[in-house]
């Protein structure tokens, strides 16, 4: 039973160009969670997915960001037009459905860092 | 809104030293979820527990204890006898019923294990 699968572990991008961050939830994991972990800092929530559904955005950044989780296949974190900002470890969780809201720990994938140069 | 506070940024103990970890959290919410997390310098998220804000009883799990208490908003983490496989973030995070199941993070404490 494989946990959370991202990739890449390591992306290095150049200023301008577009990055993308692929996560495989649990199986029979429907809710998935990005997180972004800046240098010398916590996690902080970036956006809440169910299948083919945006639940909670409320923490991805206006421009530039955007995320989905499709019927198939897995949820994509898309970074356009990268800067030395976004350099960072993104983490993406998983949990089943069904459950209380705030009951479960959420299942973590071993995160993608991504560079920009 | 939610909020953890790890106030010890960095914590340097010598081996089977015990080590106590701060959490401090804010919450307008009656039902709440605490939960510690372990980042190796691998940098993985290893979960170690989670305990319910209608569940103040401490909990032991090896050399790992926990100290809920609902009068000072604090969930402590102490690791006894530690070992230099304890070294790590360790990071505090709560979830309120009505939030989704959104994690917010303190910001972590780094434990370095001198043998």
């Known amino acids: 039973n494989a946990g959370v699968m991202q990739n890449p572990r390591h992306l290095v991008r150049r200023r301008g160009q577009e990055a993308r961050l692929r996560c495989s939830p649990m199986?029979?994991?429907?809710?998935v969670y990005w997180y972004r972990q800046l240098p010398e800092e916590g996690l902080k929530f970036m956006v809440y997915?169910?299948?083919?559904?945006?639940?909670?955005e409320s923490g991805m950044p206006k421009e530039r960001f955007s995320a989905e989780f499709p019927k198939e296949g897995p949820s994509i974190l898309r970074i356009q037009q990268v800067v030395r900002g976004d350099s960072a470890a993104y983490f993406c969780?998983?949990?089943?459905?069904?459950?209380?809201?705030?009951?479960?720990?959420?299942?973590f994938g071993q995160g993608t860092r991504l560079t920009v140069v | 809104a939610q909020k953890v506070t790890q106030a010890q940024t960095e914590i340097s103990v010598v081996e089977k030293e015990d080590v106590t970890l701060d959490c401090v959290y804010e919450?307008?919410?009656?039902?709440?979820?605490l939960f510690w997390y372990k980042q190796p310098p691998s940098g993985e998220l290893v979960f170690l527990i989670r305990?319910?804000?209608?569940?103040?009883q401490n909990e032991i799990s090896g050399r790992y204890s926990w100290n809920f208490q609902k009068s000072t908003s604090s969930f402590n983490f102490t690791i006894t006898a530690s070992q230099v496989v304890d070294s790590a973030v360790y990071f505090c995070a709560l979830s309120e019923a009505r939030g989704n199941n959104r994690l917010a993070f303190g910001k972590g404490n780094q434990v370095v294990v001198i043998p």
């Open positions: 199986k029979g994991h429907s809710h």
């Open positions: 919450t307008r919410d009656t039902t709440y979820y």
């Open positions: 969780a998983s949990s089943p459905p069904g459950v209380l809201t705030g009951s479960t720990e959420a299942f």
């Open positions: 305990r319910n804000s209608f569940d103040e």
């Open positions: 997915l169910q299948k083919e559904n945006i639940i909670d």
